[in-house]
């Protein structure tokens, strides 16, 4: 496992982490919570020392999950990151951002009850708020900090803009947004932000799997599924091009006869200002495919070629 030391925090974190977006079960295919466990586990036996997580994610079942796999574990060893303020609505199932100094107190106790630790390394206001005033979710945050409960503050699917007006009010640690092959829309910001010790947990890193390999027909998911509403990549133009682009992939990962993802982890990861890519997996064969990427690098030569592909099938900008 590789590993990079993040600037404001001052810690070093596994270049690969736990993404538990889809292990929450909530419209995004089918999980077992068994398989769920052996894969994080899995991950943290190869070296990754992040977990990624929210509330949200299957009304708090992601959390659980996560806990339960942590149990028996060196807790002070890893990086627990959840987020706050991204309410389910009981009455639409929807999401509503809700980022007060009053909920966020609340949010956190839950997700330390749902983790079962103490404290929380990394937490992440969701989403921008704009019916609270950013100093005062700033302030649940520092106050949330004297007390112990986190380590360290973050912003997920923050601007520039947002992040400058929040740095007034507490010191920002990471930001959260995404980035991969077939998304590469936040690359100025993540740069801005490395540049300013604010590293960067991608999600996304696999396009909700179509930079795995293993899709290569049109899926047929189920209405309301997240990589249908939340993604493009499932829908034309854009699927037929990172098909095209996924021949490109294949030639490389035969080369070094390896899976394509391993290909798609490399070619973000190797990015100075990637500090870890966040990596959903189902079970524990997934999980020791994407840490064996780091058992080896892609070329200069071959992260030009994959860019020159992508710009020319205009993928990801």
């Known amino acids: 496992m590789r590993y990079k030391k993040f600037k404001n925090a001052g810690v070093e974190v596994s270049a690969l982490a736990v993404g538990t977006w889809a292990i929450g079960g909530q419209n995004y295919g089918a999980v077992d919570r068994n398989d769920s466990i052996k894969a994080i586990r899995t991950m943290i036996d190869q070296g990754v020392n992040l977990i990624d997580t929210a509330p949200c994610y299957g009304n708090g079942a992601s959390e659980k999950i996560v806990g339960e796999a942590l149990q028996g574990l060196d807790r002070d060893k890893l990086f627990l990151s959840t987020k706050f303020g991204l309410i389910t609505d009981a009455y639409s199932g929807g999401y509503i951002k809700h980022a007060s100094y009053k909920s966020a107190m609340r949010e956190v106790e839950s997700s330390l009850m749902n983790l079962g630790t103490d404290y929380i390394d990394f937490?992440?206001?969701?989403?921008?708020?704009?019916?609270?005033?950013?100093d005062e979710t700033m302030a649940a945050l520092n106050t949330m900090k004297k007390q112990g409960k986190i380590r360290f503050i973050g912003v997920s699917n923050f601007s520039e803009e947002q992040i400058l007006e929040a740095e007034k009010y507490a010191k920002i640690d990471v930001q959260q947004p995404p980035y991969s092959m077939v998304n590469q829309k936040f690359t100025d910001l993540m740069k801005w932000g490395y540049d300013k010790g604010i590293d960067s947990m991608t999600y996304g890193s696999l396009g909700s799997g179509i930079l795995t390999g293993a899709i290569r027909t049109m899926p047929s998911f189920e209405p309301g599924d997240m990589r249908?509403?939340?993604?493009?990549?499932?829908?034309?133009?854009?699927?037929?091009?990172?098909?095209?682009m996924l021949k490109k992939m294949d030639e490389?990962?035969?080369?070094?006869n390896v899976p394509v993802a391993q290909v798609?982890?490399?070619?973000?990861?190797?990015?100075?200002?990637?500090?870890t890519a966040l990596c959903g997996v189902r079970n524990e064969h997934e999980a020791m495919e994407n840490c064996k990427a780091f058992e080896w690098s892609l070329s200069e030569e071959e992260i030009k070629t994959l860019d020159d592909e992508l710009k020319r099938l205009e993928i990801g900008f």
């Open 252 to 256: 490389i990962a035969a080369g070094h």
């Open 264 to 275: 798609a982890l490399n070619w973000s990861t190797q990015k100075e200002f990637v500090g």
């Open 123 to 134: 937490y992440y206001v969701h989403w921008p708020d704009v019916n609270t005033p950013v």
């Open 228 to 244: 249908l509403t939340f993604y493009d990549f499932f829908r034309e133009p854009v699927f037929s091009r990172i098909m095209e």
